[in-house]
């Protein structure tokens, strides 16, 4: 199969979106599904991803490497687009909103669901990336004349 770089499923959601996001009234749709995300159904959502067909959910796990590096790299370009367009003081003001609106008993569960998870699989990431770097500290850091 011949994959070119700029014509491949992230290139073709690049354009798909630069077309909607011109279309105002698809922006209003948007806007107004979001403000309906109802989050107390998004466990039957997953039963029902999970029980319905289960070569789906396994298919979509075989691409997990090229859909984190794909998160990865968007990440990325949000975080540093987000930190070069937008002063401390409002992105503060903004994360303080909206994380008044977190579930705190879920995120707490979904924290320690995910530490078990990272502790499990903790041999299998330092197997294959080796051990964790240990993050330097300014005062451990010689200083260089």
Do not use: W
Not at 49 to 61: M, Q, R, S
Not at 65 to 89: D, G
Not at 91 to 112: G, H, I, N, P
């Amino acid at each position: 199969m011949n994959r070119h770089p700029n014509r491949g499923l992230m290139d073709l959601g690049s354009r798909i979106l630069d077309t909607l996001l011109s279309n105002t009234a698809f922006k209003d749709e948007l806007k107004s599904l979001l403000r309906n995300i109802d989050p107390e159904n998004s466990p039957r959502l997953v039963r029902t991803f999970l029980e319905k067909d289960p070569e789906v959910p396994l298919a979509i796990v075989c691409t997990l490497p090229a859909i984190t590096n794909c998160f990865i790299k968007a990440a990325e370009e949000f975080l540093t687009r987000i930190q070069n367009q937008y002063p401390p003081a409002l992105l503060q003001s903004f994360a303080r909103s909206m994380l008044q609106e977190v579930d705190r008993e879920s995120l707490t569960r979904v924290a320690a669901l995910a530490k078990q998870l990272g502790e499990d699989l903790s041999p299998v990431v330092n197997e294959v990336f080796g051990p964790p770097v240990p993050e330097r500290k300014p005062e451990d850091q010689e200083v260089m004349s």
